[in-house]
């Protein structure tokens, strides 16, 4: 999946920690009936606060969000929950019960024989009823059954539900389901029916599933051998999202048996599920669509279901729909049948093995573009009218989905690949096998608006989807804690896919500039590993962020760095075709390319130390004659000058790349691997300078001795283009970083950008814009000015030589266009004088043409942006917005829109694109992070989050990507302890929010915004 593309390379990253499988012993509370507990006094322990008696031992149990079914259940059986606190419990260690206590005892022996006859009734009671019934036939249960928790949740009807768990019992499996659904688009209620075979793994008595649909009207259940229908009872458990189903028979293992459900639901309106929506055509009709997004947990509120990834089976859909209205689903459409009062059934052919996450189904008014690529039909579909804007999209898949064949040696497995824009769709885009869906401007480019950066976005995320239809949907990870086996996998394959194949896109630029913004967050301590456990949904949801993604892919790119290009190819081919329709799990990766390095090298061993720990190193390096000595540690930013990190055991197996002036690129290309605290390496002759970590393949940031900065500076004075333009911006990237961490004097940094004037690639000056840019805000947003402008005119001086080379044209190649549209986008944000008239003259005869004359696109956001300044300008970019049907247009003049200085237009934008009808909400995101970065909507934008906290949360649920992005594209910029106390007030009221990693990771932002103010602001005032 693609959560969101606005910028999807500034998502915050946050992560649940890792603490949910405690071997820690339960604690139950007996204190509250008196006489079920007459235990002699050495056999309880007591917990002084509360007078709370405490007995261990009675399971494993986690604190999460199931802890209030689990006390009401618990009160049922005489029990109530104690705090949890290991402290606690270790502190009431050696209190015993008082002898005054609240049981008035008769007798010691009276109290024995009560204590022995009470325990061994209430034991024996609970084990028969709550035990699974396998625990008493021959077979028994799966080891998951043993475990089952003693206390049970209760189900919505007020009795006990017979599972406790958040994943499901693995005693049935699902083999295939028939989904027939019938939606009325317009009511947005669906009717359906879902029929369910299944096979028994051990025996057992009741069936659970995953259900969040609303009306179950009948269930009947069948064995294959009496094949009669029988009415069934369930019972529901909202909280978990699960109903069990209990059977009239024994359900023997080896068996199977098929289960029928009827039911009717709501269809959604957030963007999840099988949700719907309307918009207006070019007739300015009304028109109604609907769509899925199942991804990660969403599938049960469709179709109740075995919603969890390593549940794979086949489906069977069939949809009756209205006839002017397509259906499609992952599969090829079998027949097509009218039926009465205008309504046709549609009915699709048998899936291949898949999760239930990858379902899909779509209706609405549709078009499409097809191609045949050696047996499968790939087509683009779009709303009617947009059509013309898909020959791109189609040219693109072609060639990818040729290239994946090759490349992965599988062929792609289905008879057709359909990539469908839908008209409104929070989700970036989703890999439905078989049924790829995008927000319209991942899909669709309109020649006369798609700049440059709009087709290569496009362009990376049909890559990216493709590659899931091999690494997600083919093999799948088994549980969402390795979601980066996916994402990561995925990531890495759209930019390799494309170097290869439109390699003039130069997307490496973008890859590089994604790595430096998530190691900026990886060095958060609320960063996590990323492989990390994750159960309930909100932790799941937290799992969708830029570390699955961007740290997944660098991590790929650095083993693939280190192993060669061909060796990994092979193994990730032979772990393709192992587990092709299976489920995986890290191990399985690193076992087929140890199979493959034939064990000449662990490279379980060495990938684990990036995946299960959090953060990754920094390498000091200092040479001294030919030898380079090199240490590692962590990179932390809290850490405080001169002091050692908290955490001094981590330790990461780093391999060490290198170049020196005594030699090319394509003479180094060895690496050595730095598995211990320190090394020492040997470079052969005496150097002038050395550059380490090879255009940033590995994941780490390098920090050399002073004499070593100054001669790579003095190089980068002397001639830049010894090293290559990844190179000079992985240098600006550290020597910022570790300024903020006081490693170097941030003047030092500035001394490195000094060789600007001579820079020609774009990596490095969007690289040094983006950190010199940052500062400019945090100066501006405390209000020194003065201090801000002095900044810029710096960095304006270093460039405007670059910056008057640019024409307002759409010429030359990707990069250089790239190039021109974030040097004009900077000179004009600045308010550049010359940069501002050239603009505002375009804007004008734009204007006067009612909008029709054509504008280079490339810098056709900043001159939108000079024209929206003037009341006329904002006016008219707004009418424009609601006429035309050029996405790529419509997130221009809305990025406009949002950098007015008028604060009513603002408010009145976010509240807009809330209500969704004008603009639509999942492009609140993208005007919040406008709104935010500039000065009259900076505490506006937070403003309004706090203010509608609530609809947000219900429209756009808590723990998405878009609310990641948007909370913390709404704080960023804070820098005083006056805003950090008002965040986290704020928070601590909303304790669904407050829970989550990424409010933990935008309040670390904000305090180091503070420490960095504060030990640098003097010493910029002093030399700026
Ligand atoms: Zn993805």
């Known amino acids: 999946m693609e959560p969101f593309t606005n910028d999807r390379l500034q998502l915050p990253r946050n992560m649940i920690e890792n603490s949910m499988f405690e071997e820690e012993p339960d604690v139950v509370d007996l204190a509250k009936e008196p006489c079920l507990h007459p235990l002699e006094p050495d056999e309880v322990e007591y917990e002084p606060r509360g007078s709370r008696l405490l007995v261990r031992g009675l399971g494993e149990h986690e604190m999460d969000e199931d802890e209030e079914d689990y006390e009401s259940s618990a009160k049922l059986l005489g029990m109530s929950f104690m705090n949890r606190s290991s402290g606690l419990r270790n502190s009431a260690t050696g209190y015993r019960q008082s002898p005054d206590g609240a049981c008035s005892v008769p007798s010691a022996r009276t109290m024995v024989v009560c204590a022995f006859v009470v325990v061994v009734a209430v034991s024996v009671i609970m084990v028969i009823y709550l035990l699974p019934r396998c625990t008493f036939t021959k077979e028994g249960c799966h080891k998951k059954n043993q475990s089952i928790e003693l206390i049970q949740p209760l189900a919505a009807n007020g009795k006990l539900f017979p599972w406790t768990q958040i994943r499901l019992p693995t005693n049935i499996v699902p083999l295939r389901y028939e989904l027939n659904l019938h939606p009325n688009l317009t009511s947005m209620t669906f009717r359906a029916s879902v029929t369910i075979s299944v096979q028994a793994l051990q025996d057992t008595w009741n069936i659970i599933l995953h259900s969040a649909v609303q009306n179950i009207s009948r269930v009947t259940f069948m064995s294959a051998v009496s094949s009669q229908e029988k009415q069934v009872e369930i019972m529901q458990h909202p909280r978990h999202e699960q109903i069990a189903i209990f059977a009239p028979e024994a359900l023997l293992a080896g068996h199977n048996y098929t289960l029928k459900m009827e039911y009717s639901s709501n269809i959604s309106s957030s963007y999840r599920g099988f949700y719907g929506f309307s918009y207006t055509d070019e007739s300015n009709e009304k028109k109604y669509f609907a769509a899925t997004q199942f991804e990660p947990l969403a599938a049960r509120s469709a179709f109740p279901c075995f919603d969890e990834p390593a549940f794979k089976a086949t489906f069977i859909i069939r949809i009756i729909r ?567 247009e419509k997130n221009k003049i809305l990025e406009a829109l949002a950098t007015s200085e008028d604060v009513q237009k603002l408010y009145w934008l976010m509240k807009t694109s809330l209500d969704g009808d004008i603009i639509e909400t999942p492009k609140l995101y993208f005007i919040i992070r406008t709104v935010g970065r500039h000065f009259p909507g900076h505490l506006l934008a937070w403003d309004f989050v706090k203010e509608n906290w609530n609809k947000l949360v219900k429209k756009l649920h808590v723990q998405s990507y878009i609310m990641q992005s948007i909370v913390a594209e709404s704080t960023y910029l804070f820098s005083t302890k006056a805003h950090l106390s008002e965040v986290q007030a704020f928070f601590e009221n909303q304790p669904e929010a407050n829970e989550l990693r990424y409010v933990q990771e935008v309040l670390e932002v904000i305090q180091l915004n503070i420490h960095w103010m504060e030990k640098n602001l003097k010493s910029l005032t002093w030399w700026l």
């Open 322 to 888: 209205d006839e002017q209205y397509t259906a499609l689903s992952n599969m090829p459409k079998k027949s097509s049948v009218p039926l009465e009062d205008g309504l046709v059934k549609d009915e699709f052919f048998e899936s291949v093995k898949m999760s239930t996450y990858l379902v899909a189904f779509i209706v609405g008014e549709m078009k499409n573009l097809s191609q045949d690529v050696n047996g499968t039909l790939v087509s683009i579909y779009t709303v009617p009218e947009k059509v013309g804007q898909a020959h791109h999209a189609l040219e693109t898949a072609v060639k990818l989905l040729e290239f994946y064949q090759n490349y992965f040696e599988i062929q792609y497995p289905l008879k057709k690949l359909d990539l469908v824009a839908i008209p409104d769709s929070k989700a970036g885009a989703m890999e439905n096998w078989g049924l790829v869906t995008f927000r319209e401007e991942t899909l669709l480019c309109d020649d006369n608006t798609s700049s440059v950066a709009d087709r290569k976005l496009m362009t990376k995320i049909i890559a990216h989807e493709l590659a899931h239809q091999w690494f997600g949907n083919l093999v799948t990870m088994r549980w969402w804690n390795d979601i980066w086996l996916n994402e990561g996998f995925a990531t890495f394959m759209e930019y390799f896919s494309l170097e290869k194949i439109f390699k003039e896109l130069s997307t490496y630029e973008d890859f590089l500039d994604a790595q430096f913004k998530i190691m900026k967050k990886d060095s958060l301590s609320s960063s996590r590993p990323l492989s990390t456990s994750a159960q309930t949904s909100g932790q799941i949801g937290e799992m969708f962020n830029a570390l699955s993604y961007i740290k997944g892919a660098s991590l790929l790119l650095m083993l693939k760095t280190f192993l060669s290009e061909d060796v990994f190819q092979h193994a990730i081919v032979l772990y393709l075709h192992n587990h092709s329709y299976g489920s995986i799990q890290s191990d399985d990766l690193w076992d087929s390319f140890n199979q493959v390095t034939n064990q000449t090298l662990d490279v379980k061993k060495m990938m684990e130390t990036w995946t299960l720990q959090k953060g990754f190193p920094l390498v000091t390096v200092q040479r001294k004659g030919k030898e380079l000595f090199v240490q590692q540690e962590r990179f932390f930013l809290n850490m405080k000058p001169g002091s050692q990190p908290s955490d001094a055991s981590y330790l990461w197996h780093i391999p060490l790349s290198y170049v020196t002036d005594r030699g090319n690129y394509s003479e180094y290309p060895s690496v050595s691997l730095l598995d211990k605290k320190a090394g020492v390496i040997n470079l052969t002759e005496e150097v002038g300078w050395v550059k380490v970590n090879i255009n940033m393949n590995g994941y780490y940031i390098v920090h050399y001795a002073d004499d070593d900065w100054e001669a790579l500076i003095k190089q980068l004075q002397r001639n830049p283009h010894v090293l290559s333009d990844k190179d000079r911006a992985n240098l600006i990237n550290n020597i910022f970083e570790l300024a903020g961490l006081g490693k170097v004097p941030l003047q030092r940094a500035f001394d490195l950008i000094n060789y600007l004037g001579n820079e020609t690639h774009t990596a490095p000056i969007t690289e040094a814009l983006f950190h010199t840019g940052l500062i400019y805000n945090l100066l501006e947003k405390l209000g020194h000015m003065d201090l801000a402008s002095r900044l810029m005119a710096r960095v304006f001086k270093l460039l405007q030589n670059q910056i008057k080379q640019q024409t307002w044209t759409d010429e030359g190649t990707p990069s250089m266009r790239e190039l021109r549209s974030v040097l004009l986008r900077f000179a004009c944000t600045y308010k550049q004088e010359n940069c501002c008239t050239a603009a505002m003259k375009l804007f004008d005869d734009w204007m006067a043409s009612n909008g029709t004359q054509s504008l280079p696109t490339d810098v056709m956001t900043t001159v939108f942006k000079v024209g929206a300044k003037t009341e006329k300008g904002w006016s008219f970019l707004l009418k424009k917005y609601n006429s035309i049907d050029s996405e790529a």
